[in-house]
């Protein structure tokens, strides 16, 4: 991750590419933090949700990622992180191509995924705990992974949350508990799964202003509109199986 800190980056300069579309500043030489080349997938059974899919997001860029009930973007977004395989084509994070579950794993840490459902990703009994718990997965010390949650909850601005039963917390609280669990493992860029469902105005308004002052890359599934002009700069439809650069949202 780009920035001096361990969780804030600097602010980015938010490209407006998307898939398919050369490296921004016309460099062949780049290489895109996630890239999807010909990627098919079906539910058994089923016709393809997604079909000859190519997807590439860039460093510095936030892509949106819309379209319709049922196009496909969680499961394109499992497919980034390995929860899911296709039955054709290649998934690149960070340039390596991803061919096992061992590869998945050695870099699943470095995409901040922030589940749909924050009570997917929240297990531990306190939010101390649960911010801690990837740091000392990945070898930090039980000193590291404290600094590390002290830094996360100031970042957050919810220092006084360090011993609260997460589970009792209300939906926007977990929300953004579960953006810290990621942000402890200091990602390279943050994908979302509809982060603004079943937010009120208040905590809406407070993770917006968070991913802005992260500055971090970011690909993120959302219908929310508004949410999404604020905090990306470029914009991608999947519709029929495919990605489909747009110019802007409505």
């Known amino acids: 991750m780009s920035g001096a ?3 804030k980056a600097g602010r980015a300069n938010p490209d407006r590419q998307g898939s398919g579309n050369p490296a921004p500043g016309g460099s062949s030489s780049r290489t895109p933090l996630i890239e999807l080349s010909g990627v ?3 539910w058994k059974g089923r016709p393809p949700v997604l079909e000859g899919l190519d997807l590439r997001v860039w460093d510095g860029e936030r892509a949106a990622l819309t379209g319709g009930n049922g196009a496909g973007k969680t499961t394109l977004l499992s497919l980034v992180m390995g929860l ?19 590869d998945f794993g050695s870099c699943r840490h470095r995409l901040g995924f922030v ?5 997917d990703q929240l297990f531990c009994p306190t939010v101390a705990d649960d911010v801690a718990f990837g740091p000392l997965n990945l070898g930090a010390s039980s000193e590291e992974a ?3 949650v002290t830094e996360v909850l100031k970042t957050l601005g919810m220092e006084s949350f360090r011993d609260r ?8 609280e ?14 390279r860029m943050l994908i979302l799964d509809e982060p603004t469902n079943f937010l009120d105005r208040s905590a809406r308004e407070r993770l917006m202003e968070i991913l802005e002052e992260l500055g971090l890359p970011i690909l993120v599934a959302s ?5 999404l002009k604020r905090v990306c700069g470029s914009f991608l439809e999947l519709r029929d199986g495919k990605i489909h650069p747009l110019g802007a949202l409505p």
Not at 115 to 119: L, M
Not at 165 to 172: F, I, Q, W, Y
Not at 223 to 227: A, N, S
């Open 115 to 119: 589940f749909q459902d924050a009570d």
């Open 84 to 102: 899911l395989r296709p039955s054709a084509g290649t998934v690149s994070i960070l340039g390596k191509p991803m061919l096992s579950e061992k």
């Open 146 to 148: 404290e600094l590390k």
């Open 5 to 7: 800190s361990g969780v």
């Open 174 to 187: 977990k929300r953004l508990v579960a953006l810290g669990t990621v942000l402890a493992l200091a990602p």
């Open 165 to 172: 039963v997460t589970h009792d917390l209300s939906g926007g």
């Open 40 to 42: 098919t997938f079906a």
């Open 223 to 227: 219908h929310d509109f508004e949410f």
